[in-house]
């Protein structure tokens, strides 16, 4: 991984800049939402306080960390820890609380000029209910429903590994929300499909894919993890082909739109991601040693699309095993 900030100081202007004659349109549909181009962070791995860096209104949207319905403060340290190929982290999901979400940081959010994208979470199943009617008649563009959180109901499994509790959250979140809901998934199933057409079934408008994988490291001199909790969440460069075989079976299992996510740092990585079926991108770890990093990915796309030969992003979503058109 690279380490250090690196500003472009040409990110600033990106919003401002009109497209040039013959530029690629980025437009996207996502689950009834119209993206001005299909890359946006992945639940807490950006936030309104990075907006000196570059226009927020830059991206396609932009999504908050996962919100809980009481204050949680998280994992104790060390929580982050930096791996060969990405990175290892234990964070423990703090959170405010809705309500302190709602009258706090959900107001720069709003503040960004693009769509916001309010990730939810709960320990129990009526947790999530309960943010959701908290947060129902705010001003928001669509929930992501994180059924990765270990639940208590379940001895500390995943929610989304069942298809049946998957859902009952989206069906329970649907009732007390007029928002379209997108659901993100855990990796950590067999059969990540089954699981995505549970999601759909039950009205969810699109799927992210996928959360961190499970994994760890070890300091050999003591003889202990490096992390505070033991394990934490692995992600980077080092997921990508992971996510993009699970982004594949996903597309091919449902008829709503996938949200890629896992280890995309370049156009050429979003790419990819559509080219396997994915409809938009979700950008984490790379936003963390290169906060610029979404801004270069949308400089860069345009670009790349015409060296790809078309004249629209939307061009290359599910096009995996065709023939590239005749430039």
């Known amino acids: 991984m690279e380490t250090g900030l690196v500003v472009d100081k040409d990110a600033g202007a990106l919003a401002d800049t009109p497209p040039g004659p013959g530029a690629a349109d980025l437009s996207i549909e996502l689950g009834g939402l119209l993206l001005t181009?299909?890359?946006?962070p992945a639940s807490g791995c950006f936030g309104p306080e990075l907006a000196p860096l570059f226009p927020l209104a830059a991206l396609g949207a932009v999504v908050t960390?996962?919100?809980?319905?009481?204050?949680?403060?998280?994992?104790?340290?060390?929580?982050?820890?930096?791996?060969?190929?990405?990175?290892?982290?234990?964070?423990?999901?703090?959170?405010?609380?809705s309500e302190s979400f709602r009258n706090g940081l959900l107001r720069r959010y709003q503040e960004s000029g693009t769509h916001v994208v309010v990730s939810i979470g709960g320990l129990l199943t009526p947790e999530y209910y309960t943010v959701a009617e908290d947060l129902a008649?705010?001003?928001?563009?669509a929930f992501e429903v994180n059924v990765s959180c270990p639940?208590?109901?379940?001895?500390?499994?995943?929610?989304?590994?069942?298809?049946?509790?998957?859902?009952?959250?989206?069906?329970?979140?649907?009732?007390?929300?007029?928002?379209?809901?997108?659901?993100?998934?855990?990796?950590?199933?067999?059969?990540?499909?089954?699981?995505?057409?549970?999601?759909?079934d039950a009205g969810a408008a699109a799927v992210t894919v996928a959360n961190s994988f499970s994994g760890m490291s070890v300091n050999i001199h003591s003889r202990a993890s490096t992390l505070g909790?033991?394990?934490?969440?692995?992600?980077?460069?080092?997921?990508?082909?992971?996510?993009?075989?699970?982004v594949r079976d996903a597309a091919a299992a449902v008829d709503i739109p996938v949200i890629g996510c896992g280890g995309i740092s370049t156009a050429e990585d979003v790419a990819e991601f559509l080219i396997a079926g994915a409809t938009?991108?979700?950008?984490?770890?790379?936003?963390?040693?290169?906060?610029?990093s979404?801004?270069?990915?949308?400089?860069?796309?345009?670009?790349?699309?015409?060296?790809?030969?078309?004249?629209?992003?939307?061009?290359?979503?599910?096009?995996?095993?065709?023939?590239?058109?005749?430039?």
């Open 294 to 327: 979404m801004a270069d990915i949308i400089r860069d796309l345009g670009p790349l699309c015409g060296r790809l030969g078309v004249s629209r992003v939307a061009e290359l979503i599910g096009t995996l095993d065709q023939e590239p058109p005749t430039r």
């Open 229 to 246: 909790t033991g394990a934490g969440g692995y992600t980077g460069p080092g997921i990508k082909p992971l996510a993009l075989k699970l």
């Open 151 to 200: 639940n208590l109901e379940r001895g500390g499994l995943a929610i989304g590994t069942s298809p049946e509790r998957v859902a009952e959250v989206v069906a329970g979140v649907l009732e007390r929300v007029s928002r379209p809901v997108f659901v993100k998934l855990t990796p950590t199933v067999s059969a990540i499909g089954a699981v995505a057409r549970a999601a759909e």
């Open 37 to 40: 181009n299909p890359v946006m």
């Open 280 to 292: 938009a991108v979700q950008v984490g770890t790379a936003t963390f040693t290169r906060p610029t």
């Open 65 to 97: 960390k996962t919100v809980f319905a009481e204050h949680r403060a998280g994992n104790p340290a060390h929580r982050l820890t930096e791996t060969s190929y990405g990175m290892l982290n234990s964070v423990g999901i703090p959170s405010p609380g």
């Open 137 to 141: 008649e705010e001003d928001i563009a």
